[in-house]
């Protein structure tokens, strides 16, 4: 295999705002902020837990007026807007302005945020609703997935693809679209429970795939409905349940819910009793087949890779680097990314590093909207039995596209990296991953975590060259001595090996 690897530079720091810095309104609510797109242009946004109250969360809002230019940093508890002496009481450092020249933060573990009892109750709902289903749910199979080709094809473009995203499913348009408008359905039907709630359910069987995402795509653009979604896997296992989602947040998620691993699932929609049936509006058009088996990936990655839980001095870093479940066209892909600490002791804004080749846009194709991270993919002795996909951690709900910048190590444009920030918490047990912004000078030694062919994490280990580097000011060139990179470890942290710091 290839031993030799180009990694994108990256500069870390906090963004400095250039303009003149404004008045911070005194009587703006957080909702009429984030609503008033003609007067003010977010910039950022990010939640932020108190130093002093720990059970005490703040949202951190930077924004320009539009009219003016100026630029504002403001925090609200819930809705009300604080005061520049109610922010420091709480210990926050406001960051617009601080001028960051070499910086260095270490990793450290995330805090751990209990998740709501509501939300977990909610989730162990939809078995009580299946339950009492008067009627099975009607059924829609696909075309059996085309395996065998597909992995053909990609055996075809192996040279093409060497260091490029790794390729695990594919997109299906149905044949006909099943579409629900208040009490109207081309498929399935409603049905009256008990408690004169509504439930409607329709299942999807995709022979031969080994996972399904299925689209859920809103038909009014501000979806206002009281209706709860969830998608549920044939085997009803716990794990592998996602739900439930209101109408917005599906199309905050460009209408993707989460992977289930299975080859038949089933889509539940339900209208409490003392809610209106009318503002439910969507259809269904779109799914992804899996056909990647996880274990097969066991063989397909490279002999020469080596397994990061045989490293112990890199198994609290490697709790810091997720997998990315991508939709793009017309295959679902998958790469790798970090966890990055921040250098503000009051937070942990779950920032993650990956490649701009990977997730570039903020909806549609390889669009942050639809991603789905996957934590602790690794094994849990070494050289031993990696854990199936359904049953490890997943953040979902996709990320905002904070920056990023395409290019290649072979015609140059950009150091081709992403910076996203996760919608959700990452689960308890990751880890924000140090950086630095030290230069690494010829000849240091470097490692990397990620995920090649899309399987459990590995370490490489290498240093720094730059004998066949065309555009040494993006990129680093790395020679490996020990390990390899592979499709699917595009994304992943070139990291010091003296100091485990990106």
Not at 73 to 92: A, C, N, P, R, T
Not at 112 to 123: D, G, Q
Not at 246 to 270: H, Q, S
Request: aromatic share 10%.
């Amino acid at each position: 295999m290839n031993n030799k690897m180009i990694f994108a530079v990256f500069l870390l720091s906090f963004i400095l705002i250039s303009k003149a810095f404004s008045e911070v309104p005194t009587s703006i609510t957080y909702s009429a902020l984030m609503e008033t797109s003609d007067k003010f242009k977010i910039l950022q946004t990010w939640t932020e837990r108190s130093q002093k109250e720990t059970n005490i969360f703040l949202k951190g809002v930077i924004f320009e007026n539009i009219q003016t230019g100026e630029v504002s940093e403001v925090y609200f508890k819930d809705e009300q807007i604080l005061s520049d002496e109610q922010i420091e009481s709480m210990g926050i450092k406001k960051k617009l302005g601080r001028i960051i020249g070499e910086v260095s933060t270490y990793s450290e573990p995330a805090i751990a945020i209990a998740p709501l009892e509501k939300s977990t109750r909610r989730k162990e709902e939809v078995f009580q609703l299946l339950n009492k289903a008067t009627a099975p749910p009607t059924s829609i199979t696909l075309p059996p997935l085309p395996k065998e080709k597909l992995l053909q094809e990609e055996k075809d473009a192996t040279v093409a693809l060497e260091k490029g995203v790794y390729r695990i499913g594919i997109v299906q348009s149905l044949s006909e679209s099943v579409e629900v408008t208040g009490l109207t359905s081309s498929e399935g039907f409603w049905q009256v429970l008990p408690d004169a709630s509504l439930l409607w359910m329709v299942d999807i069987y995709y022979p031969q795939s080994l996972g399904i995402r299925v689209r859920i795509e809103p038909l009014l653009d501000d979806p206002v409905s009281d209706a709860l979604f969830w998608v549920v896997n044939d085997k009803k296992l716990p794990e592998d349940i996602w739900g439930p989602f209101y109408l917005g947040e599906i199309k905050k998620m460009d209408g993707w819910l989460p992977t289930c691993f299975a080859d038949r699932i089933t889509v539940v929609c339900w209208v409490p009793s003392d809610k209106s049936v009318e503002g439910v509006a969507f259809k269904i058009n779109e799914v992804i087949g899996i056909y990647k088996d996880p274990m097969s990936l066991l063989a397909k990655a490279g002999s020469c890779n080596l397994d990061i839980t045989c490293y112990t001095d890199w198994y609290n870093t490697s709790k810091g680097i997720t997998g990315l479940g991508i939709v793009g066209t017309p295959y679902a892909l998958f790469c790798t990314g970090t966890l990055l600490n921040d250098n503000d002791p009051c937070s942990q804004i779950p920032y993650v590093l990956t490649a701009n080749h990977c997730v570039n846009s903020q909806t549609g194709t390889r669009g942050g909207d639809s991603v789905e991270f996957y934590w602790f993919y690794q094994t849990p002795s070494c050289n031993g039995t990696p854990p199936s996909l359904s049953t490890l951690p997943r953040t979902t709900g996709g990320a905002d596209y904070l920056a990023g910048m395409g290019g290649s190590a072979s015609y140059g444009g950009g150091n081709d990296f992403t910076l996203l920030r996760m919608r959700n918490e990452p689960p308890e047990g990751a880890v924000y991953v140090g950086w630095t912004t030290t230069v690494p000078s010829i000849g240091t030694a470097v490692t990397d975590i990620h995920h090649p062919s899309g399987s459990y994490k590995r370490i490489s280990f290498g240093t720094k060259t730059n004998i066949n580097n065309l555009f040494p000011n993006f990129f680093h060139e790395v020679q490996w001595s020990q390990g390899t990179t592979e499709p699917g470890s595009s994304g992943s942290p070139l990291m010091l090996t003296s100091t485990q710091q990106i």
